[in-house]
């Protein structure tokens, strides 16, 4: 049991700091007319994140992130594939657009985005694997497993109630008119690219 509480502790204060995901998860959440329909971009983001998680537990993703071109080149397609996405969102804040089901993006689009911003960051997968990965290497058995699933359980619980408190926050008029939360978004995207970019040694 032990091990299942540290993965918790341990899961929630990694996914806790504000960052391109969970940006994107929040974003959806206060765009879509209601919540259900941003449940595609809750799905994906937290697949992604079972998936590094596992990856990491099981020692696989630390090796592929040992050549210095896979790593260069994650960082590369992420920083391209960020300064797209914040464009978009820039664009789709500044249209006149009168209703949020227009602002929202479909579920095909929020899948996809979602799925590029989990596993085309690198700081997210580095992250992943330094310190969960790492952590888990204290456990064998039942009590590895435990430490997993608590991990896992936290992504799930987390993007399911970021993109719930984003449909509160968006349904209030002070927080979405104006596009004030597109805007922010695009230039918070922007920033992490540059970041990412300037990262590389």
Request: net charge positive.
């Amino acid at each position: 049991m032990q091990s299942f509480l540290h993965g918790l502790i341990l899961a929630f204060g990694l996914i806790m700091p504000l960052g391109v995901q969970n940006l994107f998860v929040f974003n959806q959440g206060a765009a879509q007319p209601n919540f259900w329909r941003a449940l595609p971009v809750v799905a994906a983001a937290s697949v992604c994140d079972t998936i590094l998680i596992l990856l990491a537990v099981q020692g696989v993703s630390l090796l592929l992130l040992k050549f210095a071109l896979f790593k260069n080149v994650l960082i590369g397609a992420g920083a391209l594939f960020l300064l797209y996405m914040g464009w978009l969102t820039w664009q789709g804040s500044g249209a006149a657009r009168q209703t949020q089901t227009e602002q929202g993006l479909s579920g095909k689009q929020q899948i996809l985005f979602a799925v590029s911003v989990s596993l085309l960051n690198p700081h997210a997968v580095l992250d992943t694997i330094g310190v969960i990965g790492t952590s888990s290497l204290s456990y064998e058995g039942q009590e590895k497993m435990l430490f997993t699933m608590a991990c896992i359980l936290v992504s799930w619980l987390w993007f399911f109630c970021l993109a719930l408190l984003g449909r509160v926050a968006g349904s209030k008029a002070w927080f979405s008119s104006g596009g004030l939360l597109g805007k922010t978004s695009a230039l918070f995207i922007w920033g992490s690219a540059v970041y990412m970019v300037a990262a590389i040694p």
